[in-house]
């Protein structure tokens, strides 16, 4: 499943994470901070998990929705939906996460739906543990493809820190040869965003990278009590998702 630059792609998702030596950040810190590194096995225990996800940089309450706009070099234009969901699942590896629903539409109709699965821990770090992706093709249902942590060597990743600092990395998902992405935080507050749904100063920024297509970069800005405000494509200018309408959770 490759990761969009947009929606789950905007959340954080997709599928992804490396070995962050080159990414600049300071690893050590990183670990010690209990954020998993490049492809080392994290030991995951299921009751110290939670469906209520309440980081400030990336909430999830039921109901939560985002409404984007994406645009490509090629001057596609299309709307994508997030939506926090009512609806909980129980992983293969006892965890259970938060179905959060990315659909993708063009002309009015589905491209491509996704519904990944979120948890955070008791620290309030934020957890991406997978998903199932649907594409279409002129409404009808092409294909289909999932990822679990836990199966099939795949790992799970974070998302969004509990305290965001920059330099810190981590990352995002792991299963060797197919997906590997991680992120680093690069600044913490020094960012302002004016997007159609509004103006934005209290930004944590990061960089996101895949090692299995180094020069391909996206930077994400993260509005304390929204989430992703901005996603843009470094390799290719123009490349973006902008927030348009935002909706609290309950």
């Known amino acids: 499943m490759s990761k969009r630059a947009t929606a789950t792609g905007i959340l954080g998702s997709a ?3 490396v070995a962050l030596a080159s990414c600049g950040g300071d690893d050590q810190s990183s670990s010690d901070r209990g954020l998993p590194q490049g492809s080392e096995k994290v030991k995951l225990e299921p009751a110290n998990f939670t469906t209520k996800i309440d980081n400030p940089y990336l909430p999830m309450a ?3 929705r985002w409404e984007y706009r994406e645009t490509d070099t090629e001057g596609a234009d299309e709307k994508v939906v997030i939506t926090v969901t009512d609806e909980t699942k ?11 629903r990315d659909a993708v539409m063009e002309g009015g109709k589905p491209a491509e739906v996704e519904h990944d ?8 770090n934020v957890w991406f543990f997978g998903g199932e992706t649907r594409k279409y093709e002129n409404g009808k249902l092409a294909s289909r493809e999932s990822f679990e942590a836990g199966v099939k060597g795949a790992d799970a990743g974070v998302m969004m820190p509990a305290n965001p600092e920059a330099g810190v990395s981590y990352r995002q998902e792991y299963m060797k040869g197919s997906a ?4 680093e935080i690069m600044t913490v507050g020094e960012e302002r965003v004016d997007v159609p749904a509004g103006f ?10 895949n090692r299995l297509e180094p020069k391909v970069q996206e930077t994400k800005y993260y509005q304390r009590g ?24 309950r």
Not at 229 to 237: A, D, F, I, R, Y
């Open 15 to 17: 599928l992804a994470a």
């Open 180 to 183: 590997e992405d991680y992120a």
């Open 90 to 100: 129980k992983l293969a590896n006892g965890v259970t996460v938060r179905v959060v």
């Open 62 to 64: 039921p109901g939560a």
């Open 226 to 249: 929204v989430g992703v405000v901005l996603t843009m494509n470094v390799n290719e200018p123009g490349a973006r998702a902008v927030l348009v309408k935002y909706t609290p959770g």
């Open 200 to 209: 934005f100063n209290r930004i944590v920024l990061t960089r996101d990278l």
């Open 117 to 124: 699965w979120f948890a955070q821990d008791k620290k309030g």
